[in-house]
């Protein structure tokens, strides 16, 4: 009998020859459970975000009513950055209970909403410099061991007021140690930490720090922030937030840090991962959208399931809400 010609044999096409094959064979997956919306929230200047088409600036009653959609959509959660009416050279009013964030946390576990509450915690947007903490006091960068019993306490209000998971991203040396500590001792250990445990000092921020209205008066972040150029760094960011008390790790950026992602996935198995498909990312999208040189629902969830393949449990997005529908669309 003649030897089967393998060449014949393997066709590797037969698991793409339908969409119901394809569905079958498919080995990365994406559901709204997988995706976080980031709202802003803010108690005066809401409306329209010009360099991010679709995103609004929302009052309270909005963040509500996103909150809202966004549990009916069974998205995984909401992730609340606030935006104040003044600000300060220590950025205190973060830390009180009645800032916006706080606020908001309480209107939307009022309202009954199904869904995770996230609250970032950093000072950049509540200073007057701009910058993610205390200054040093010769004026030369931000001080990293003064920053950290604010963040604390900024992590302690949001928990007071019902948040499920604080989200440091100040970068800051032992922040998470500080947060859980802290949490501990006010009896919120149920409150779990989302760290920003990889936050790269990247070009892909802009149009966030034009929403949030959170950008440097002076110098940058790099001081804080990684340098884009490093990976293997990024596994010892993630093991040390791991070692104080990390619940979730985080990348951002996610689209230029796929590497990063998969590295950490590879070596950290046992922990929630979760990448932010930032705005620039976001503006690029919408974009070429908007110039007719792309499909945007096509683009989107191409770039979505790539974050997934890389090994992101969750994915932070702006495109969060369209994504959903087009998901219930397609089931």
Not at 82 to 88: C, D, H, L, Q
Not at 242 to 271: N, S, W
Not at 288 to 295: K, R, T, V, W
């Amino acid at each position: 009998m003649a030897e089967p010609d393998r060449h014949r044999i393997v066709r590797l096409r037969r698991r793409r020859s339908s969409r119901a094959i394809r569905r079958m064979t498919r080995e990365t997956t994406l559901s709204p459970a997988n995706l976080i919306y980031p709202i802003f929230v803010t108690r005066c200047g809401t409306g329209p975000i010009n360099s991010m088409p679709g995103v609004s600036r929302v009052d309270i009653h909005g963040a509500v009513e996103v909150a809202s959609r966004a549990a009916e959509l069974g998205l995984a959660g909401v992730l609340l950055f606030g935006i104040p009416r003044s600000k300060a050279p220590g950025g205190q009013m973060a830390c009180k209970a009645d800032a916006v964030v706080p606020a908001a946390v309480r209107a939307i576990k009022k309202a009954g909403s199904n869904i995770a509450v996230i609250t970032d915690v950093c000072l950049c947007s509540y200073t007057d410099t701009g910058h993610c903490g205390m200054l040093a006091e010769d004026g030369r960068g931000v001080d990293n061991d003064r920053t950290l019993p604010w963040l604390a306490r900024m992590a302690q209000v949001h928990a007071d007021s019902g948040a499920d998971i604080v989200a440091p991203s100040a970068m800051m040396d032992h922040q998470v140690r500080a947060l859980r500590q802290g949490l501990d001792s006010q009896d919120h250990s149920e409150v779990s930490i989302m760290s920003y445990s990889v936050k790269y000092a990247s070009a892909f921020y802009g149009p966030f720090r034009d929403a949030a209205d959170g950008s440097p008066r002076f110098g940058d972040r790099r001081t804080h922030q990684m340098d884009c150029c490093n990976a293997r760094e990024a596994l010892r960011e993630a093991q040390q937030d791991i070692d104080e008390g990390a619940d979730f790790l985080m990348v951002k950026p996610a689209l230029a840090y796929l590497d990063v992602v998969r590295r950490i996935r590879e070596r950290m198995e046992g922990i929630p991962l979760a990448a932010y498909n930032v705005s620039g990312e976001y503006a690029m999208v919408k974009a070429a959208a908007e110039a007719g040189l792309i499909n945007e629902q096509a683009v989107v969830m191409e770039i979505l399931h790539s974050i997934r393949r890389a090994g992101a449990d969750l994915v932070i997005t702006y495109h969060a809400l369209d994504a959903a529908r087009w998901l219930h669309h397609q089931a």
